[in-house]
């Protein structure tokens, strides 16, 4: 049992998740700091029912200020922030206990890579299970990956910044590493509807958080991307023109910007700024899809497997590239090529149902 550190939410209308998630983590520490910005629900019981200290806190459309409140009340040398949609894997529990006790002084804050579960394969930087932990992965395919700075020091100094998308990156800049420890993300499972409303929540604040910080290129990329996920595709372009204009020759940006531009159907500007992008990072898989994807609109069948293929030969779990890519060969009449590069990514995804759909349906036009 680990005395030294705190599990620290904050929650609403959790019910859901919180009791597994209570019952799972107390075998990795009895502290936990619940803090409550709403619930309807039996959110709040169910914490106190598991003997967890909870709070409540009047939502002011900040996830900062409400995180902060949170990290106000522990008492612990060590806290990890994480929601209920969210687990250490148990085989994990003794590394956080080796980091956390060995931890030199000059470390305040220990990044985990996010492991972000998905249903499609297709998805943007997909990354395949590979049964490292079969209790989490479960019946998930895979994962999109990102590193969030959530176990640190309780020292006042470190602190959220951010109205939305919170991060204490810059309360630890120059005192944080990133460790091997995967954080298994369940976000997907919630139903439609609900992630809708949170993205609703999530514009709000996007949108005000732009507007307070005119000269802030991370506010005007985070409202592009709010845009972009609710497909507001004409307001996503403006926002990620801000932001490039603050932040010139990011590649994130640029790469978002020719996603952008080829939604809205202008494929001279997609094609432009997934070059600069492409200048920078050679590497950049959004780029190159958008170059395919652009190349088909153009019906440049050959230079849509030209790039398809470049995508595959740098990220060969890529589904979207590789079904792209037969179609492509469809299109040229290579049926025998279409088949086999299709062959190739059921070998990866047994039994997906698109690629299964995809062979069908060249049998079917012999």
Known sequence: MIEMLTICMIVKNEERFLPEFLRHHRALTPHFVIVDTGSTDQTLTIAKDFGAECHTFQWVKDFSAARNFSLSQVKTPWILTIDPDERIA??????????????PASVWSYGLHSRNYVLNPAAQGFVSAKGEYPLEEGQFPGWIQNTKLILFRNQSNIRFEGLVHETILKSVEGHHEVCSIPL????VLPDVVAQKNKQTLYLEIAETKAAQNPQD????????MTYLELK???????????ALTLNANNP????????THRRLGQFPQAKDRAAQCLSIDLQNQESRLNLGMIAMEESQWQRGIEEFQKVL???????VAA???AECFRRLGQIDRAKSTLKTALQKFPQHSEILADLKDLQDAL
């Open 90 to 103: 148990q085989i994990d529990f003794e590394e956080i206990h080796r980091l956390i006790n060995g931890a």
């Open 184 to 187: 298994h993300h369940y976000g």
């Open 217 to 224: 290129a991370r506010a005007q990329f985070e409202l592009g």
């Open 232 to 242: 507001e595709f004409a307001a996503a372009l403006k926002a990620l023109e801000a």
């Open 252 to 259: 994130l940006i640029l790469a978002k910007l020719a996603t």
């Open 313 to 319: 030969e740098l990220y060969p779990d890529s589904l």
């Open 323 to 325: 079904r792209n890519m």
